[in-house]
């Protein structure tokens, strides 16, 4: 859902209904995010989540059966979102957890806070959440980007899915030209020693973090991993109270 599209809705109405004033409300019963949010402000409609539809709904239980079936329907979606939020918590679960979109775009919260966080879908379907934390200028209309990722994948061959909370190195580079490749390997090599300087320099104030295999990156991919923490190896109490500090001492450490 985006603005253009409501704004829209709300021309239609107006133009065939022009005495009438508008009132427009948009009622969505799945994870609500910060753009679902702008874009109801933006076109002026009034956001309706599914926490107040069910406070509507819900004295009127038992008037009707059809009423009564959806009811169970839409507590039963908000009873298995609220389940899944809080076993993110018990180690036993949180890798499963971490495979719905709405616990990791939470998860994400924690660590960064209200930044601005994206979602999307990997090749296999799976979802991923990530978030801007830090940019690097390069060049006039050129700059590297750093984003903290919440996936899934593979800490080693044979291993099972395992939830991860990376920090990556991004930038359009163009990949026709080797010298524009050749120079993003160089840096990258330059942040994963500062991430492990970093890291090491926190395990002297208890930082319990254990930092994974990232990816390998010989050839100047548009992002890289510069470091990244397995679920298997970390807990998620532990992984939101250190990682912002890896990612503060990373952004003083690069200058």
């Known amino acids: 859902m985006h603005s253009d599209q409501l704004r829209r809705y709300r021309e239609i109405a107006e133009k065939q209904y022009p005495v009438h004033e508008f009132i427009g409300v948009y009622l969505k019963t799945g994870w609500v995010e910060r753009r679902d949010r702008e874009a109801c402000a933006d076109a002026g409609y009034t956001l309706f989540n599914r926490e107040l539809w069910l406070d509507v709904l819900v004295p009127h239980q038992g008037i009707d059966a059809v009423l009564d079936q959806y009811l169970a329907f839409l507590t039963g979606v908000d009873d298995e979102a609220r389940y899944w939020l809080a076993t993110v918590h018990d180690p036993e679960k949180a890798n499963e957890a971490l495979l719905h979109p709405h616990v990791q775009w939470a998860f994400v919260r924690d660590i960064v806070g209200h930044h601005e966080i994206f979602r999307g879908t990997n090749n296999s379907g799976r979802s991923w959440t990530q978030c801007v934390v830090h940019r690097v200028d390069l060049a006039p209309g050129r700059w590297e980007t750093f984003l903290l990722r919440v996936d899934h994948r593979k800490p080693h061959r044979g291993a099972p899915l395992t939830a991860y909370v990376a920090i990556r190195a991004s930038e359009r580079l163009d990949k026709s030209d080797p010298e ?53 190896q970390n807990r998620v109490e532990d992984l939101v109270a250190w990682v912002p500090k890896v990612i503060d001492g990373m952004v003083a450490g690069m200058g």
């Open 180 to 232: 524009q490749r050749r120079a993003k390997v160089a840096r990258l090599a330059g942040y994963q020693q500062v991430f492990h300087r970093v890291l090491e320099e926190l395990r002297g104030t208890g930082c319990p973090l254990v930092a994974g295999k990232p990816h390998t990156d010989r050839v100047g991919n548009y992002e890289s991993d510069v470091g990244i923490f397995f679920l298997d």
